[in-house]
């Protein structure tokens, strides 16, 4: 498999925040905020963590790809699975678990 440049791994990256987003609801994370109140709506954007989290998944990913090896990718505790999601879709067998 090809090793992709930071420029496409973003593209999938904001692809899949994008359909996190549309699922995300305020309700949801206040329920979070039960468990953290750290977390809450008034105190942490998951939006903008979400969002400038792409360079850090990147190298994550990059400590990972190798050109042409095909591996199976377990993410324990993969927060909203944004990062399992983007690796499925550069065509890793990926599974998570929370």
């Given at each position: 498999m090809k090793v992709l440049s930071f420029r496409d791994f973003d593209a999938i990256y904001?692809?899949?925040?994008?359909?996190?987003?549309e699922r995300w609801t305020r309700e949801m994370q206040v329920e979070i905020a039960t468990h953290s109140r750290g977390w809450s709506p008034e105190l942490f954007d998951f939006r903008h963590y979400l969002e400038a989290s792409s360079v850090r998944f990147y190298k994550a990913y990059r400590s990972l790809a190798v050109e042409d090896d095909r591996q199976k990718i377990c993410d324990v505790g993969g927060l909203y699975g944004v990062f399992p999601l983007t690796l499925k879709a550069i065509g890793?067998?990926?599974t998570m678990t929370e």
């Open positions: 904001h692809e899949a925040v994008r359909g996190m987003l890793y067998d990926v």
